[in-house]
C-alpha cells in the first residue's frame, strides 16, 4: 500500500507515529508498541509525498557533502564557526586550539582521532556549563552528565535524570547547544514529547524552534 518502503520501525512507551528520514535517506518509523503494521502502513502512505520530498533533499545534500581530507587549509567547525586545519613541526601536544587547529605533524595520521578528542572534551566542558546555567536558573535538579559518541541522537534525559548529548553538538552554534541542553533539561519533569513538555520547553526558550529547525536542516554539517 505505501509506494515507499520502511526501512526500520522503532517500537517504544510513545503515544504518536513519527517519521524520520535518516543520513543515508532511509525511512525510521517511530510508533507505541502496540500500533498495527497496518496502520503504520497508512500513516506513511498519507505523508508519503512528504517523505519522497524529504528523500530526495538529503539524497542532494549528501552529494554536495565531500568526505574530509585532514589536509592544510581544510574548514571544520567549532560553535558554529568555521576554522582551518594546520599541520606544524614545533608542538608541544597532540593539537592546539588559536583562532584555527594546529596539530603536531608526529600525529598527521591520526589528525581526525586527535581532533575528535579535542572535540569531546571541549564539549564536556561547555556543555556541562551550560547544563549547569540553566539547571540552576530554573530549578531542574539532574544526576550526571555523559558525552557520547551518538550519531542520531543530539541528547537524551534518562529515568533517573541522567543527562547525555553527543559531542557532535560542540561544532553547532551555542544557542543551538542551548536548546539542546534545555530540550533534556525539560524531560527531568516531562518525560515525553507532550503539549507540557513543549510548553516547558517554551518557557524556558522562546525562540527554541528556530534552533531546533536548524539542527534538522544542519545535521549533515555536524560530523568529520
Not at 526500520?8 to 502496540?34: G, H, N
Request: proline residues 3%.
Amino acid at each position: 500500500m505505501t509506494e515507499i518502503k520502511i526501512d526500520k520501525i522503532i517500537r517504544t512507551k510513545r503515544r504518536t507515529i513519527a517519521l524520520e528520514i535518516a543520513r543515508d535517506a532511509s525511512l525510521i518509523v517511530r510508533a507505541p508498541f502496540r500500533a498495527p503494521l497496518d496502520f503504520i502502513e497508512k500513516v506513511v502512505f498519507k505523508k508519503r509525498f512528504w517523505i519522497k520530498e524529504k528523500q530526495e533533499f538529503v539524497r542532494e545534500r549528501c552529494k554536495k557533502t565531500a568526505p574530509k581530507e585532514f589536509v592544510n587549509g581544510e574548514g571544520f567547525l567549532y560553535l558554529g564557526d568555521i576554522y582551518k586545519l594546520e599541520f606544524v613541526d614545533v608542538l608541544d601536544k597532540p593539537i592546539s586550539f588559536n583562532n584555527g587547529f594546529f596539530v603536531s605533524l608526529k600525529h598527521a595520521d591520526t589528525a581526525k582521532e586527535v581532533l575528535i578528542a579535542w572535540y569531546k572534551e571541549q564539549a564536556h566542558q561547555k556543555i556541562s556549563e551550560r547544563v549547569h546555567w540553566y539547571s540552576s536558573l530554573y530549578g531542574l535538579k539532574y544526576n550526571k552528565i555523559r558525552i557520547s559518541d551518538a550519531q542520531r541522537r543530539w541528547g537524551s534525559c534518562s529515568a533517573k535524570d541522567n543527562l547525555n548529548f553527543t559531542w557532535r553538538l560542540i561544532m553547532a552554534p551555542l544557542r543551538v547547544i542551548d536548546y539542546v541542553v534545555v530540550h533534556e533539561l525539560a524531560h527531568i519533569e516531562e518525560k515525553n514529547h507532550l503539549k507540557d513538555f513543549w510548553n516547558k520547553v517554551k518557557i524556558i526558550m522562546p525562540d527554541y524552534e528556530q534552533y531546533r529547525k536548524w539542527l534538522k536542516e544542519n545535521r549533515h554539517l555536524l560530523d568529520i
